[in-house]
Every structure is written in structure tokens, then in C-alpha cells.
């Protein structure tokens, strides 16, 4: 599927977890989904969100692993640790903005969505893509996109630090980039 996508619209997720059902199907997983699902403000709302790696231009998980183990290849795609390597150690799992990286305790070892590797090479879309009802989660070319109101951005910014995803987020018209304030996240008047 040359020229097609990943997009990441978090206001269109329905909660269904259509996707993390599919994510343990894929044949790279061993039965364990990539999916990174939450519920956004549990106390007050319903609202869901569902995450795959955003496979950074420049992997921080890549950088901080002392065991050389997290590899991306040219095609922009962060793999998941290569087993004979890791150490399960967690620096990834720390060192990621996005908090995607899971160490698997059966497996001692760091696995994260891979898009699909398996599928995508050979020219079909990843299970979650292939699942979700509401197209939170899709794998299109950029024509399809392009017809949403939002605007796709591959641009975070995290404070003064800025990371370039290969997946893209959809963020209002308008918008370059999206910026994270994780002092928002931070409880008032909480831990000394």
C-alpha cells in the first residue's frame, strides 16, 4: 500500500477496543496487543483514546537502550527490541514522550506497535486500521485525509522539546503541531 498513511484521531475513538482485539491477532505479537488505550478523564467523561507507536523520526526508546536492541529501519518503522538483545531494563518504556513501549514480563522483553510489519510489507493495512469502525485509527493515503475537517500534523511538542512522528495526528484546522503541557497532567497540591 505505497503512498498510504497512518493517522491517529483520538476524537474519533468510541471506546469499542475493536482495535486492541485485532492488535493481538497480528502474527507478530504472540497474542499481545500494541494498543495503548485509555480513558481521558475517567472521573468526568467517557471519552477513550487509543494510541499505536508514533515511530519518532529520532526514537528516544532507540537512544537510551544500553543493549542496541530497539532498531528502525529505513522505511521509518520502530521496531519492537530484538529478543536476543534486550534486557528488559524499561529505560524505553521511561524514556518515551509518548509512554508507548510495554516490557512484557512472560517474554522479558520491549515490544510496541510495529504498524503491522507483517502486513504492511506486503501491502496490507495493520489489523487495528482494518477493525476500526470510526476510523480513529486508519491507514490511508493522504487524498482520503484530506477531506476531514481536522488537519494531519507529525509535529509534538513536549515544553521546549519538539518530536517528528512518522504516524500522523489529527489536530484542529489550523494547527501545525500539537503541544503537550504535561504540567496539565500534574495533581495540584500533590507529592512533596
Same mark, same amino acid.
Given at each position: 500500500m ?18 486492541v ?32 507507536c ?23 518503522i520502530v521496531?519492537?527490541?530484538?529478543k536476543p538483545?534486550? #534486557? ?5 518504556v %521511561?524514556?518515551? +514522550?509518548? &509512554?508507548?513501549?510495554? =516490557? ?25 486500521a ?31 522539546e #519538539?518530536?517528528?512522528?512518522k504516524?500522523? %495526528?489529527m489536530? +484542529?484546522? &489550523?494547527?501545525?503541531? =500539537? ?14
Open positions: 505505497f503512498g498510504y498513511e497512518f493517522y491517529v484521531d483520538t476524537s474519533r475513538c468510541i471506546g469499542c477496543q475493536s482495535c482485539k485485532a492488535c493481538e491477532e497480528c502474527e507478530t505479537h504472540r497474542g499481545v496487543s500494541m494498543i495503548n488505550f485509555d480513558f481521558l478523564d475517567r472521573p468526568n467523561t467517557i471519552a477513550t483514546a487509543a494510541f499505536v508514533f515511530h519518532c523520526e529520532d526514537p528516544t526508546c532507540a537512544e537510551v537502550c544500553p543493549a542496541d536492541a530497539i532498531k528502525k529501519g529505513e522505511d521509518g521496531q519492537s527490541s530484538l538483545r534486550c #534486557i528488559a531494563c524499561s529505560n524505553c %521511561l524514556a518515551c +514522550p509518548f &509512554g508507548i513501549p510495554k =516490557i512484557v514480563p512472560e517474554y522479558e522483553q520491549m515490544m510496541k506497535c510495529d504498524m503491522c510489519y507483517d502486513r504492511t510489507s506486503v501491502g496490507k493495512r495493520p489489523m487495528c482494518t477493525v476500526c469502525p470510526s476510523q480513529a485509527l486508519a491507514y490511508l493515503g493522504p487524498e482520503e485525509i484530506a477531506r476531514r475537517r481536522e488537519k494531519p500534523v507529525n509535529t509534538v511538542r513536549f515544553g521546549n #519538539i518530536v517528528r512522528t504516524v500522523f %495526528l489536530a +484542529p484546522a &489550523g494547527h501545525d503541531e =500539537i503541544a503537550i503541557d504535561i504540567t496539565a497532567y500534574m495533581w495540584e497540591g500533590g507529592p512533596a
